[in-house]
């Protein structure tokens, strides 16, 4: 018997000819043989791809199609190789393979980034679908939120730690902030000022440092600020949203509006009008900024809780998605519904982000089937 791997065996494929069979390894390596007619023992190694040294480098299945080859690493990318070429993979398709958590989108909202349970961070191009990883020392477990800051990502996580990511060249920063209590919520504000909504207090972090820490009462859940950073929107397990003012790194709350629910999101609208939050009890409710009594819309279409909510770049329409599997969009001028997309991940009942790449294409981001779906919305 011939040991031709180092570790077990996953995955074995013929090629169509019968010419070649391909092998594929927990030693993180693929291997190409070249079969000899009625004599396998002398089956002679064409080539061997090794794929690297981490754990996620095994090799845990391969298939022959055609004239293409391919294996899928433990990691979950998918390895095209060039049976004429042994350097290595032609090309990687690269992804989640566990639950995506959050998403963020980029100031000129060419780039997704997305953010899974296991600490992942993959920033996508919007055009053409393509995937990359953050590089460097990230997060050990699930993003909770992200957000621009000029030329910089920042990411808390359940690790109770502040990260940042240099948006230019997609790699963690040096710099980590431990905090004294878990984040639920980031966002960034115009005069490159950060707040973490931690359980217990807000943080405020300027040059990635903590700048002053902000003591409450309730639990934050959310966080949101308006496009010229004068009022910050906390959302919160008491069902309520405060209103803060900030003004030279302090916040000072100013007003409030109840839900029928713990507040799961809330956002500003981009023309700073208008708020809207979510809650776990079904609820999608829109007051105006500067008169939060008034109330403009009160929606419960979703079956169950609400995980997220995004404004077209325009203002006038609102997607939400929940843990019931659909999205719906509405039309805040007429407080109709628009669109309704049940099962809009087909492989998972819960949809876990929604975002506008422009004011007619929806991006959504699924837990189970770990992936991002892309929507062409006529309103």
């Known amino acids: 018997m011939q040991k031709i791997h180092k570790g077990g065996v996953y995955g074995i494929a013929w090629s169509p000819d019968d010419k070649y069979i391909m092998s594929c390894s927990a030693d993180k390596t693929v291997k190409v043989w070249t079969l000899c007619e009625n004599d396998f023992a002398s089956n002679k190694e064409k080539i061997t791809y090794t794929m690297g040294n981490d754990i996620d480098d ?142 217990g207090h807000l943080v405020l972090i300027k040059d990635r440092a903590i700048i002053n820490c902000v003591a409450v009462s309730y639990g934050p859940t959310c966080i949101d600020v308006n496009p010229d950073g004068s009022k910050v929107a906390v959302g919160g397990e008491d069902s309520k949203v405060r209103i803060y003012q900030l003004s030279n790194c302090d916040l000072k709350e100013t007003d409030s509006f109840p839900c029928n629910g713990n507040v799961t999101d809330v956002k500003f609208s981009p023309d700073g009008f208008t708020i809207a939050a979510s809650t776990g009890k079904k609820q999608v409710k829109v007051v105006t900024a500067n008169d939060t009594k008034n109330e403009k819309a009160n929606w419960a279409s979703h079956a169950t809780k609400v995980n997220g909510l995004a404004w077209t770049p325009d203002s006038l329409y609102l997607a939400s998605c929940g843990i019931d599997g659909v999205v719906f969009t509405w039309n805040v001028t007429s407080s109709e519904r628009g669109r309704m997309m049940r099962g809009a991940h087909s492989q998972s009942c819960d949809v876990t982000s929604v975002q506008w790449a422009n004011d007619n294409k929806l991006l959504t981001t699924g837990r189970q089937d770990c992936s991002v779906r892309v929507w062409n919305i006529t309103h």
């Open 58 to 199: 095994m090799q845990v299945g391969c298939n022959w199609i055609g004239n293409y080859i391919f294996s899928v690493s433990l990691s979950g990318f998918i390895n095209y190789f060039d049976l004429e070429n042994p350097s290595g993979p032609v090309r990687i398709i690269k992804g989640h393979n566990k639950a995506i958590h959050c998403s963020a989108l980029s100031e000129d909202r060419a780039t997704l980034f997305t953010a899974s349970y296991d600490g992942r961070i993959c920033y996508w191009d919007i055009e053409t679908g393509v995937a990359e990883v953050i590089e460097g020392k990230g997060h050990k477990n699930q993003v909770q939120r992200m957000s621009q800051c000029g030329n910089t990502l920042i990411t808390c996580a359940m690790d109770d730690t502040v990260k940042f990511i240099d948006i230019n060249c997609k790699r963690y920063c040096e710099e980590s902030l431990r905090l004294d209590s878990q984040p639920q919520g980031i966002v960034a504000a115009p005069g490159d000022v950060a707040i973490v909504a931690c359980i």
